[in-house]
């Protein structure tokens, strides 16, 4: 249990255009997704939580309207990189945490999405 | 402060114990997890620990966790080859602070 997918798991794509990623829990539900960035040999840095049905919440330092985040299911949210440029290439990481909470706080993750800007 | 820390590397023999250290500065995380990402995959929930508890195991897997000196530790028994991954701790505060990743690899 508690696998969550997303899709694409890579993704080349020019910049200037914009590419969505989806995040789906498979088989629990998710009030709560997370969203987050590795670089290269690093750790995870939080890009943004997102709530099903309301705005999702930015760290700071993270354009909300560069990454668009959308959760309009209970097992889907979505982000979209807008207008995407080199420096936005890395490695983005869904993270869903079980709803109700079962006590634990777990967050499962998805297998990750490599974006490559050209 | 959010700072959680973990050494860069460890490498040990196979079927020999592996001991991950952490540790982090904010005493009013709830929550403490260790995470498995193996390369170029997402994390997976290894085990966690509540904040009120010195030890947890689950098979291979020991927790221990120091309050005092906020200190968290992930023992691998019988280490095996499939255990080679970067290891995270996290703790939980109001979201998720990850650790830098401990990289292990496990030799024959």
């Known amino acids: 249990g508690a696998v969550v997918s997303q899709h694409p798991s890579r993704v080349i794509c020019k910049s200037g255009t914009s590419v969505k990623i989806e995040c789906r829990s498979l088989d629990f539900q998710a009030t709560t997704m997370f969203w987050y960035r590795q670089f290269p040999k690093k750790s995870l840095m939080l890009m943004a939580t997102s709530n099903e049905g309301s705005k999702a919440t930015y760290e700071q330092g993270v354009e909300k309207d560069k990454f668009l985040i959308n959760h309009a299911s209970l097992t889907l949210s979505t982000l979209t990189v807008t207008s995407a440029h080199p420096e936005d290439s890395s490695f983005y990481i869904c993270?869903?945490?079980?709803?109700?909470?079962?006590?634990?706080?777990?967050?499962?993750f998805g297998p990750g999405t490599r974006l490559t800007v050209t | 402060g959010e700072d959680v820390e973990q050494s860069l590397f460890l490498s040990v023999r196979e079927g020999d114990s592996s001991v991950i250290n952490c540790t982090y500065t904010?005493?009013?995380?709830?929550?403490l997890y260790w995470y498995k990402q193996e390369p170029g995959a997402g994390l997976q929930l290894l085990t966690y620990i509540f904040s009120n508890m010195d030890m947890k195991q689950d098979q291979r897997l020991t927790v221990l966790l120091n309050k005092k000196d906020k200190h968290l530790s992930l023992r691998i028994a019988d280490t095996q080859t499939g255990d080679s991954a970067i290891y995270f701790c996290a703790e939980r505060l109001n979201k998720l602070i990850f650790g830098t990743g401990t990289r292990l690899q496990v030799f024959p």
């Open positions: 993270s869903a945490r079980v709803s109700p909470d079962p006590g634990g706080g777990e967050q499962y």
């Open positions: 904010d005493s009013s995380s709830t929550y």
